[in-house]
């Protein structure tokens, strides 16, 4: 989150290019400055067979590019302006940009923040306009950082920040992303709104809770197509203590999905340990997923869970099958071979929570319907990747994914085929 970064310390430092592009003074005292920053992304992807050999053609190559460009301005310790801009671009896809892939121009994040109330260690900030959110594991709120096209909301917020708790509360709408050169569109209501809380216990605990609400219209589950409105309740146990550590969520779903009721759930674990005294460092690391499903149709109601805005790669950096109607186990590892390279290696099995409901999207958008295969498992996902760091600036990753399919895919696409995705990227950020 770019906007989370401060440059102040740098009023004081050695003058230099880089320097004055990160801090940059409007006053004589220097308590009004601005700060410059932006991104340039490359990326190459193959894709054999995706979704499973049911979309034409069997093999895509094409390039990703993104751009984005910040100003920083800070009018005193109460006021500040924060302004980006972002061009994501596709080339050469077979059958055209999918949403996540193209934004041709648009404004990311402008808004304005106000202190209304400063006593140190604790704060109170207003915060209005356009903006980035990303919350927690990013499970049900997130930016979207793997895909070319990253989220972004309009609304206000309200943040409350002391030493050992952080709050906002905020009430959103959506924008509809659209390829083409400023003509995104935001929604006319409310669709998104919410606390998030962050209360850090040193030495014993980290703990987040949630509430978040959401409004969709026509939604689409295999239940049907409806009006949903949903609130999610949840909590998030997490800490790093001598190499072990752990991560712990769940959230429980309700509201309505037309005339129906919903209650739906999820809840997930994932442990490791860092074997810091051992060449290459190597983590051992174990996830699992477990999330609601729909049981059964037409019973007035719907346990499918909504991920609401979630992290597309949380199951694999090209991830096929999203957080819904799920259970995941999901064994990884980590090398770091060079002080600049880190090599991950993942093992991904799916199954279907219920098998009266299908599978689903990263999004969490309706894919498949369920109800007529009698088989569980959807796939396995072997993944390998890299990461390299020149600098600070500069940074290489590249990946392989091998997804088997399962018996499920199998009974429900005729010649189902195996899929894989490869990609390179590099990136320059300052």
């Given at each position: 989150?770019?906007?989370d970064?401060?440059?102040?310390?740098?009023?004081?430092?050695?003058?230099?290019f880089?320097?004055?592009?990160k801090?940059?003074p409007?006053?004589?005292?220097k308590?009004m400055?601005?700060?410059?920053?932006?991104?340039a992304?490359?990326?190459?992807?193959?894709l054999?067979?995706?979704s499973w050999?049911k979309?034409s053609p069997l093999?895509?190559n094409?390039l990703?590019q993104?751009?984005?460009?910040?100003?920083?301005?800070?009018l005193?310790s109460?006021?500040?302006v924060f302004?980006?801009?972002?061009?994501?671009?596709q080339?050469g896809r077979?059958n055209g940009?999918?949403?996540i892939?193209?934004d041709?121009?648009?404004?990311?994040n402008?808004?304005v923040?106000?202190v209304?109330?400063?006593?140190?260690p604790?704060?109170?900030t207003?915060r209005?306009g356009?903006?980035?959110?990303?919350?927690?594991?990013?499970?049900?709120?997130?930016?979207r950082?793997g895909p070319?096209?990253?989220l972004?909301?309009?609304?206000a917020?309200a943040?409350?920040?002391s030493?050992k708790?952080?709050?906002?509360v905020?009430?959103m709408?959506?924008?509809?992303?659209?390829?083409?050169?400023?003509?995104?569109?935001?929604?006319?209501?409310?669709n998104?709104w919410?606390?998030?809380?962050s209360?850090?216990?040193?030495?014993?605990?980290n703990?987040d809770?949630f509430?978040?609400g959401i409004y969709?219209g026509?939604?689409?589950f295999e239940?049907g197509?409806?009006d949903?409105?949903?609130?999610?309740i949840?909590?998030?146990?997490?800490?790093?203590?001598g190499?072990f550590?752990?991560?712990?969520e769940?959230s429980y779903?309700?509201?309505k999905?037309?005339?129906?009721n919903i209650?739906a759930?999820a809840?997930?674990?994932n442990i490791g340990?860092?074997?810091k005294?051992?060449?290459?460092?190597?983590?051992?690391n174990l996830r699992?997923?477990c999330?609601?499903g729909?049981?059964h149709?037409g019973?007035?109601?719907?346990?499918?869970?909504?991920?609401?805005?979630?992290?597309?790669?949380?199951?694999?950096?090209?991830p096929?099958?999203?957080p819904?109607n799920?259970l995941?186990?999901?064994?990884?590892?980590?090398f770091?071979?060079l002080?600049?390279?880190?090599?991950?290696?993942?093992i991904v099995?799916n199954w279907?929570?219920?098998l009266?409901?299908g599978?689903y999207r990263?999004?969490?958008t309706?894919?498949?319907?369920?109800?007529?295969?009698s088989?569980?498992h959807?796939?396995?996902?072997f993944?390998?990747s890299?990461?390299?760091?020149?600098?600070?600036?500069?940074?290489?990753?590249?990946?392989?994914q091998?997804?088997k399919?399962g018996s499920?895919?199998?009974?429900?696409?005729?010649?189902a085929?195996?899929g894989?995705?490869?990609n390179?990227r590099?990136?320059?950020m300052f």
């Amino acid at each position: 989150m770019r906007y989370d970064e401060n440059y102040e310390y740098l009023k004081d430092s050695v003058h230099n290019f880089y320097n004055a592009v990160k801090f940059l003074p409007l006053s004589k005292n220097k308590k009004m400055y601005v700060s410059f920053g932006g991104e340039a992304r490359l990326e190459y992807v193959s894709l054999y067979n995706e979704s499973w050999g049911k979309i034409s053609p069997l093999h895509n190559n094409f390039l990703l590019q993104r751009y984005d460009f910040y100003g920083d301005i800070h009018l005193g310790s109460r006021f500040r302006v924060f302004a980006q801009l972002r061009s994501a671009l596709q080339n050469g896809r077979k059958n055209g940009p999918r949403p996540i892939d193209e934004d041709k121009l648009n404004v990311q994040n402008l808004f304005v923040d106000a202190v209304v109330w400063n006593k140190a260690p604790r704060s109170l900030t207003l915060r209005i306009g356009k903006q980035e959110m990303d919350y927690g594991s990013s499970r049900l709120i997130s930016v979207r950082e793997g895909p070319n096209v990253r989220l972004y909301f309009t609304g206000a917020k309200a943040i409350y920040a002391s030493s050992k708790l952080y709050t906002d509360v905020f009430v959103m709408k959506a924008d509809t992303i659209k390829p083409g050169v400023f003509d995104n569109k935001t929604s006319k209501n409310i669709n998104l709104w919410g606390v998030y809380s962050s209360w850090m216990v040193p030495k014993i605990v980290n703990l987040d809770f949630f509430y978040i609400g959401i409004y969709r219209g026509n939604a689409v589950f295999e239940e049907g197509i409806d009006d949903e409105r949903r609130h999610t309740i949840g909590a998030r146990f997490f800490k790093y203590v001598g190499g072990f550590t752990y991560d712990v969520e769940g959230s429980y779903q309700f509201g309505k999905f037309g005339n129906d009721n919903i209650r739906a759930w999820a809840a997930s674990v994932n442990i490791g340990y860092q074997f810091k005294n051992v060449k290459f460092k190597p983590t051992i690391n174990l996830r699992s997923d477990c999330i609601s499903g729909d049981r059964h149709k037409g019973d007035g109601q719907l346990e499918s869970f909504n991920p609401i805005y979630p992290k597309g790669g949380y199951f694999g950096f090209n991830p096929q099958i999203g957080p819904v109607n799920l259970l995941a186990l999901h064994p990884y590892a980590t090398f770091l071979f060079l002080p600049n390279l880190l090599f991950q290696a993942d093992i991904v099995m799916n199954w279907r929570y219920s098998l009266q409901d299908g599978v689903y999207r990263p999004s969490g958008t309706f894919n498949l319907a369920g109800s007529s295969s009698s088989s569980r498992h959807i796939g396995t996902a072997f993944l390998a990747s890299t990461l390299y760091s020149f600098n600070p600036f500069i940074s290489v990753t590249t990946g392989i994914q091998y997804f088997k399919t399962g018996s499920f895919i199998q009974n429900i696409i005729p010649h189902a085929k195996d899929g894989i995705f490869f990609n390179a990227r590099i990136k320059f950020m300052f």
